[in-house]
């Protein structure tokens, strides 16, 4: 008997790209497209294998993409309503901003270090207050500072890499300003496009050059240029810019220089990376009207290898629930992250004879097990991924059974990767939503027709193909017109106005955002890091095979960055961090945009918390080693020590990363895990040769 299937509710969350068409009120710094030389210096003989290096490109422009699009049947399959977004603009699902245009009422967004909400005539801000209960650290929307400025409706006019423009509208749907907020920076500025008296809710009282209000424990500064402050009133003039910002509470002498730098507005961001041999290097450019410094917080991820030649960081922290912001003046965050290397295979060929005999043993079981392959995007992904690495097994094992299994699952990917697959059957192929701007599989599930999880899903694909193609030039000319779609839906980055640059993956955060449109008020959200490291790893591998190497090396880069702030965020964190105090549990299952929680949406069980930062636990999945104490306690919470029950194989291979003891004493219990607790995406032939590998040391 199979384990009941996992159950995910989670709509996708946000990640921006490069610059999207962004109109002309919100210009916007172009993305970077080359980095540095690589700075690690790394001796060739002593690299990683599976080597890929260079620096950030276009990924799939509009010349390589546009005919794959062309090609494949269109169909809104769900329509996405995007009455907030400006015409021209690509619909930015999976975004962290993505709750302000989705849905019939906007939502707040967390642009750290601040909150940040659309209202009926305006617009919110503040900084949350963060706390810490025993499954939740909080850090929801605090609207301190309620600006109105007579709009009657507004929407996303611009965004880019890290910013957003919102344009304030009047009844006629005319732009009366329009305000930016941008991740990291504590600066919130509105330029009135025609001239007229705003409020601010609160009172702000002369400090020299700028003004102060206090809000509670918060306090918040203002900077007017061709204007006038009056109290909690500011009166414009036309093109007349007014800019809030968060006051540290640990260094109130900064107060004069933000002042400062707030007069340098910030009109746009970019971002560059560099993949190296050793580590990966990640550029967050911030750019201001008048090419002046600016201010950024810095997270906890970024802190550890921040290179203080671009930022001086002395202006005071802030509170969040990622941990201690520091507050950095200059143009960019610049901070490396160790290389993650794709791969997809456990290489069994040193194990014994007699290992080899009983691995041999389950490879054919499982084969002869394997069930009719789902229809829809993620179980059917699943299953393919599953019969993708048993034949990894059997043909390594030089087993016969390996031929009909490899038939098999050719001819099933075929069906997927037809790209006119839809206009003859209703599942098993894709369509091009022309509405919402990506590829949807027929048969969604769990919202992915509203562009939720995609990277979930596609993963398992990705990695299937090049698994399948590898060595097989036939199959990947066959396969790549489909497959460099789904790419494309999740790693475009030449602004091909086809795709949303980087659908699902934050350069800020470090990490991807699951749902589509964020119709929450905590903002995006996402659960499962260890499916968006086996989206990364699928994509680098496909890259490899189809010899795509900007595509390989942004896939690196991501895989790289998801890792460090996978550990950081869901699986290792810092716990002497005043921000998990009264926190109870080692890891967080689900992060969001203002909350993290030790919850899921599909399980209460701790088991179910640990073992969906694990799934699939991929080759690759040897990031998730380095601390085997940690490894040990985060199971010993998750299992008691009971490994029959749902996730028990993913937590038992996750155990065995703690050493050789452990994964010898790992390989015992895996040997009589009964078949009803091995996942619908693992196999206990999977398990063991993972198992087995490790206990050799």
Known sequence: MTPTPMKR???????????T??????????????GCAPKDGADPATAPTNTVTGTAQAVFPASQIDPLVAALPEKTVKPLGTERLAAGLVPPTNKWFSGLVFGDQPQP??????????????????????????KTISGGYKPDVAVTTGAKSAQVSGYDQLSVTVAQLDGSGKAIGHTTIAQGSPFISYVSDAGGRIGTGLTFTRSGDYWVAQAGTAKYGLVVTDGSVQGNAIQLEKGGVATWFDLPADQPDAAGKLAELATHRVSGTGVSYDVGRREVSTTLSYATADRGETAFAVMPHQQKTLDTGKATCDLGTFPSIYGTLKLCEGTAISYTAPVTTPTDTLDV??????????????????????????????FGGKALYRSAQLLQLAEQLDLPEAAGLRSKLEQQLAQWTDPKGCDTRPAFCFVYDPQAKGVVGMTPSFGSD???DHHFHYGYFLSTAAILAQGHPDLVAKYKPVMDLLAADLASSGDNGAFPDRRTFDAYAGHSWASGTSPFADGNNQESSAEAMNAWNGLALWGDVSDDKPLATEARWMLSTEAQAGLDYWTNFDTSDPVYQGFDHKIVSLNWGGKRDYATWFSPEPAAMLGILLIPMSPASTYLAGDPARIEANVQEATGGKFDQKFGDYILMYSALAGPEQAQKALAIGKTLDDQWIDDGDS???????LMTRADG
């Open 21 to 34: 068409r962004i109109t002309a009120a919100a210009a916007v710094l172009a993305v970077t497209a080359a």
């Open 450 to 452: 509203q562009f939720n």
């Open 684 to 690: 206990k032939a999977y398990l063991l040769a993972w």
């Open 109 to 134: 967004v967390f642009p750290m270090p601040l909150s940040f909400g659309l209202t009926d005539g305006g617009f919110s801000f503040g900084q949350p207050t963060v706390t810490a209960s025993a």
């Open 9 to 19: 509710l989670r709509t996708s969350r946000i990640t921006t790209g490069l610059a």
């Open 349 to 378: 060929s040193a194990l014994s004879a007699d290992d080899k005999s009983v691995l041999a043993t389950q490879v054919k079981a499982d084969i002869k097990a394997t069930k009719p392959y789902p229809a829809d995007t993620y």
